[in-house]
């Protein structure tokens, strides 16, 4: 009898555990709310990002077992408890550090060089995309740089994305990446930012990053290269 109601106890708590994961309730001392998969190894990333004529040569510590070419990270190796969410895309790009226009267009700001400091610039957004736009430092192993999100403004809340993007600044280039969709903010379970910006943290420059001929890291002297 008593080994009856320690198994029914067992199967009533398991089927508890299971309905709270699958509503994406947070279970403290129980399953995480988010994880990686068992038996993914952490390994250590080779790119050369080249856009336009730039190169970014990078390395990156990756911890989700995702998969890389030149211009591009993908892995579907996040496990979300109470969603279907558990892909992180992010597509890469190699600029002018003085591309104004192109970072401008990326991360709704600027680099100011005589200050050697980023600043927020949203002119020409809505007030309510002001709103909803966030910009935040970033740094990774040699190089500095910015990075911000955006939440869709338009249709249902529930399928509203938020957009995430980036860029490190290793002079005469910038390493800028993004994603239409790290988030959605209506499911608080869903955001894979934190996952995005530990990838990010870990880049690290290679020897010899160039900018395409004839052109500099100078905005004053260079016109911007063209999206």
Not at 12 to 17: E, N, T
Not at 57 to 72: C, K, L
Not at 99 to 126: F, M, P
């Amino acid at each position: 009898m008593t080994g009856g109601q320690t198994r029914t106890q067992c199967e009533l708590k398991m089927i508890k555990l299971l309905l709270l994961a699958y509503f994406g309730i947070p279970i403290v001392g129980g399953i995480p709310t988010a994880a990686v998969a068992d038996d993914v190894v952490t390994v250590r990333r080779q790119m050369l990002v080249s856009t336009d004529g730039n190169t970014c040569p990078i390395t990156f510590e990756d911890p989700y077992g995702g998969r890389a070419t030149n211009s591009r990270y993908v892995t579907d190796n996040l496990h979300k408890p109470g969603n279907h969410r558990g892909e992180l895309y992010l597509q890469f790009k190699c600029i002018s550090s003085g591309d104004t226009d192109q970072i401008k267009h990326t991360l709704s700001a600027g680099y100011d060089e005589r200050q050697q400091k980023w600043t927020r610039d949203v002119d020409g957004l809505l007030p309510v995309e002001k709103l909803t736009t966030r910009n935040f430092p970033v740094r990774a192993v040699n190089s500095d740089g910015f990075a911000v999100t955006y939440d869709a403004i338009n249709g249902d809340p529930k399928t509203r994305s938020r957009a995430f993007a980036f860029c490190l600044r290793r002079p005469p280039v910038m390493l800028c990446g993004s994603t239409p969709d790290i988030a959605r903010p209506y499911y608080r379970q869903s955001d894979l930012l934190p996952f995005a910006l530990k990838l990010v943290r870990s880049i690290e420059f290679g020897d010899s990053p160039s900018v395409r001929s004839g052109k500099s890291d100078d905005p004053a002297g260079n016109p911007p290269i063209s999206p």
